[in-house]
């Protein structure tokens, strides 16, 4: 004879009534905050996705929102600076703070308090490809594709090649 443990899922299971109250829905999103910071749309779907309905969510949210344990404004400059620090440029960080739901007057605030970057695209390069400028052209669009990917604009990535990857 062999125990089984029951499903992951089914000791997550929200009962009915607790489904509606907003204090059930607030411990449930203090403890992921506990684990790391989220934007307050990705809390909300973890919570709904957790059986809370959306209007317990919402006020759970808010409240956590006005007591400062809950910022999007916090988590847009922390995620601003974790990913420039892992080499990403402006665009791509821009572009996945966006597919999180954060507010567009809030991501232009934290990219414009991140670093340097047209320092941190020469940065990337160089860590990639080392010191030397690239000599070919095929060499030049290797490094400007990378650059691309990371999320570099085509200014930064001029500044960081030192030429311009249209010449030859």
């Not at 089914?10 to 934007?39: N, Q, S």
């Not at 929102?65 to 990403?88: I, P």
């Not at 809030?106 to 695209?121: Q, T």
């Not at 390069?125 to 650059?147: D, I, M, N, T």
């Amino acid at each position: 004879m062999s125990l089984r443990r029951a499903p992951r899922a089914a000791g997550r299971a929200i009962v009915a009534e607790r489904a509606a109250d907003p204090a059930a829905a607030r411990a449930a999103a203090v403890t992921l905050l506990a684990r790391r910071d989220f934007a307050s749309g990705e809390l909300h779907a973890r919570l709904t996705a957790r059986g809370f309905e959306a209007a317990a969510a919402a006020a759970a949210l808010a409240a956590l929102a006005a007591e400062g344990l809950q910022s999007d404004e916090r988590y847009a400059l922390n995620y601003v600076t974790w990913h420039a620090g892992r080499g990403q440029g402006p665009m791509r960080i821009a572009a996945e703070l966006r597919a999180l739901g954060l507010a567009p007057p809030l991501i232009e605030a934290a990219l414009e308090s991140g670093p340097d970057w047209r320092a941190l695209a020469a940065a990337a390069r160089v860590r990639r490809f080392g010191r030397p400028a690239p000599a070919s052209w095929k060499e030049k669009a290797r490094q400007v594709r990378f650059l691309q990917y990371r999320g570099f604009s085509a200014d930064h990535i001029r500044a960081a090649t030192g030429t311009d990857p249209d010449t030859d």
